[in-house]
């Protein structure tokens, strides 16, 4: 069976990047320019029998992994999936994951993963507004029967006219309507020939968090990935080690995008897969099979940190921990660095097409520096990912925060289904608009101040959340905090400061603007109100903190009180 790359790819997903760029970025060596599958295979081909994937199953090598992809992939055709297509994927950490990821880029198709636990009204949003060809679910993820309920809504709603497949991943009785992922996992593919795509179209669609009122998709293609996304892990890997990633996010989510595209494909690594997220278990995949890096969110290694109350961490082989989705304050780095012995990293990234980190430095830079300017200081931007500029504000002056925009090797191609987006948050010349505000250091340091749709406007002053997170972190009591806006019809908006205290203390919030006053903090930014969180941030089925989930605890908690102006 031979797969022919299909023209409509690149009509269907319109790269904003200059043509000349994108071929000038291949020409320095920023991009492998080659696509995926063919990566993945020549890794394959080098050393059949490394590892590939430890999941809660036990392991697959490299040759079993691409075994099982090229089954699925010739499968995949056979339920009608071709070059060009999008594959919706809603499957937990594993190596059906992975392996799926292989077979839809073999195929020239376009993947779309979401983590489970993200609704069925959001799964038919998002297939629905990609055009996805087939959709592989998991029949039962912790109670949700993601397969059936897709099935069912398909057959009855009438918003997925493109959808052919729903296919069911994982034990049980396949539902009504549904096509076997086990069955597809035994085609016979001794006839396969994959497909050629060119790398600079596209081969998977991120999902931001859903920040907006429908999370946004953004097309990427094989050297946005392999390259952009893969130069950043690479400056993370001394003496080009072959890395062993433990991912504690989902794959299916943005910051999982650098697991088969990234840590496989292009660095031929290994993937330590837990299907979902505790503590323990963490900890326990840490000292069983000693991975080179942990991926995950701040709050997951805060979380960590408590079940080690003496300090002691197992044994490891740790180069990092690679933490985003939110800022890590320097109290609970400091200490994570003392406890795993390792470097840890705080990676500002996004979605939609920005990246940046401080690298493998004994100290962050958060910490190189720690006065010398407002925001969060994240590291100087390595060209070979994307170059940053601050484009200043209306009515801003040279040197003040301004929006953050980036454009580079990883820039993605477009949004899809939303020309609106491309408008909004993209020009004319392919720079993405993060929507973050920062600042570049005279050294060229990049400082992360806030984010524009996060400031909170208390009677017509704005206030930063990120700015006053940054401050509380460093208060003796406080282990997390996240600070969010309500609504008041006083002000418009006050500010709420969502702590998790440290175990043993009980912070006030007239102590919390104590410690602010201190810092020099001006008093308007104060938060007034403060919500005691006594379990754990919430987080997003992306593993970011859910700052909806929170506005919504803290509305009912304060529902009409109005608090004396700061």
């Known amino acids: 069976m031979t797969v022919q790359s299909s023209p409509r790819l690149s009509s269907r997903f319109h790269d904003l990047v200059p043509v000349a760029l994108r071929r000038a970025w291949a020409a320095e060596g920023h991009c492998p320019d080659l696509d995926l599958y063919a990566l993945f295979r020549a890794r394959r081909i080098a050393d059949p029998y490394a590892m590939a994937v430890i999941d809660t199953h036990g392991e697959v090598s490299y040759a079993e992994l691409d075994?099982?992809?090229?089954c699925l992939a010739v499968g995949l055709a056979e339920a009608g999936v071709c070059p060009g297509d999008v594959v919706g994927v809603q499957l937990p950490n594993g190596r059906e994951a992975v392996a799926t990821d292989l077979a839809v880029a073999a195929l020239g198709a376009v993947v779309l993963p979401f983590p489970v636990g993200r609704g069925s009204r959001e799964a038919l949003s998002l297939l629905g507004r990609s055009g996805a060809r087939a959709a592989i679910v998991a029949t039962e993820h912790r109670g949700v029967e993601h397969a059936r309920e897709l099935a069912e809504l398909s057959a009855s709603s009438g918003e997925l006219p493109a959808l052919r497949a729903v296919i069911a991943a994982g034990p049980g009785s396949v539902p009504d309507g549904c096509l076997s992922?086990?069955?597809?996992?035994?085609?016979?593919?001794?006839?396969?020939?994959?497909?050629?795509?060119?790398?600079d179209t596209a081969t998977r669609i991120l999902v931001s968090s859903g920040s907006e009122t429908e999370p946004k998709m953004v097309a990427y293609s094989h050297n946005a990935l392999a390259g952009g996304r893969g130069n950043s892990l690479a400056s993370l890997l001394p003496d080009g080690m072959r890395p062993r990633c433990l991912f504690l996010v989902p794959l299916g989510s943005a910051f999982g995008s650098s697991g088969t595209a990234v840590t496989l494909a292009r660095h031929g690594g290994s993937l330590v897969l837990l299907d979902h997220f505790t503590p323990d278990g963490a900890l326990e995949?840490?000292?069983?099979?000693?991975?080179?890096?942990?991926?995950?969110?701040p709050t997951m290694v805060r979380m960590m940190l408590d079940r080690l109350p003496d300090g002691h961490a197992p044994q490891t082989r740790l180069t990092a921990l690679v933490l985003g989705g939110s800022a890590l304050d320097a109290a609970t780095s400091d200490e994570a660095r003392r406890t795993f012995d390792c470097a840890v990293v705080n990676l500002y990234g996004s979605a939609d097409g920005v990246h940046c980190h401080g690298g493998l430095s004994t100290r962050n830079a958060a910490d190189e520096a720690p006065d010398s300017g407002p925001g969060i200081a994240v590291g100087r931007p390595d060209p070979g990912v994307c170059e940053i500029r601050i484009a200043p504000l209306p009515g801003g002056t040279s040197g003040e925060a301004g929006e953050i925009i980036a454009r580079g090797p990883m820039t993605p191609l477009c949004y899809v289904g939303a020309p609106e987006l491309n408008m909004r948050y993209r020009t004319a010349d392919g720079w993405v608009r993060t929507g973050d505000l920062g600042m570049l250091d005279a050294d060229g340091t990049l400082r992360v101040v806030g984010r524009l749709k996060d400031i909170v406007i208390r009677g017509g002053a704005n206030i930063s959340p990120a700015e006053v997170e940054g401050e509380l972190s460093s208060h003796p009591d406080v282990r997390d905090v996240l600070c969010v806006g309500v609504p008041d019809p006083l002000m418009g908006e006050r500010l709420a400061a969502c702590v998790v205290p440290r175990p043993g203390r009980k912070p006030e919030l007239e102590s919390l603007c104590?410690?602010?006053d201190a810092r020099g903090l001006e008093r308007r930014k104060h938060p007034e109100r403060l919500l005691l969180v006594t379990d754990e941030l919430p987080?997003?089925?992306?593993?970011?903190?859910?700052?909806?989930?929170l506005r919504e605890r803290v509305a009912a908690e304060f529902p009409t009180e109005h608090a004396q102006a700061g």
């Open 514 to 516: 104590a410690h602010l």
């Open 67 to 70: 075994h099982r992809a090229r």
């Open 539 to 549: 987080l997003t089925p992306a593993g970011k903190p859910d700052r909806a989930a």
């Open 181 to 199: 992922l086990a069955d597809l996992f035994r085609t016979d593919a001794s006839a396969f020939t994959p497909a050629r795509p060119d790398p």
């Open 285 to 297: 995949a840490i000292r069983a099979h000693r991975p080179t890096h942990v991926l995950g969110v």
